[in-house]
């Protein structure tokens, strides 16, 4: 290969790679609440745990969020008597900081 070869065949890696580097960068998390999970000293099955016993019921779904100024897991519970109900378990204490 000559120089100018080397040159275009470069060039053309570049071009057809940036847009793969563009879309994984897209993928990656934000600050958001997966981040979050590394500080948390409860896990979720005990914040889960925690949750039903103050509303009982089925957890339909966890995350992390930052409520009232804290990292909390956000168990939501569908419950009979209640319908669909938000506990928030601080990650660090494990107490219920609110319900919604």
């Not at 120089?3 to 570049?14: H, P, S, V, Y």
């Not at 099955?45 to 089925?58: H, S, W």
């Not at 209640?82 to 609110?98: A, L, N, R, S």
Request: hydrophobic share 40%; glycine share 8%; net charge neutral.
């Amino acid at each position: 290969m000559n120089m100018k070869e080397t040159i275009r065949a470069g060039l053309l890696a570049i071009l057809l790679l940036a847009p793969a580097v563009a879309i994984v960068q897209a993928q990656q998390p934000g600050p958001s609440k997966e981040r979050a999970k590394p500080s948390a000293k409860i896990t979720e099955e005990q914040a889960k745990k925690i949750a039903l016993e103050r509303i009982p019921g089925e957890v339909t779904d966890v995350a992390i969020e930052k409520k009232r100024g804290k990292n909390v897991y956000v168990i939501e519970i569908q419950s009979p008597e209640q319908g669909e109900k938000d506990v928030f378990v601080d990650v660090e204490t494990g107490k219920i900081v609110g319900t919604d």
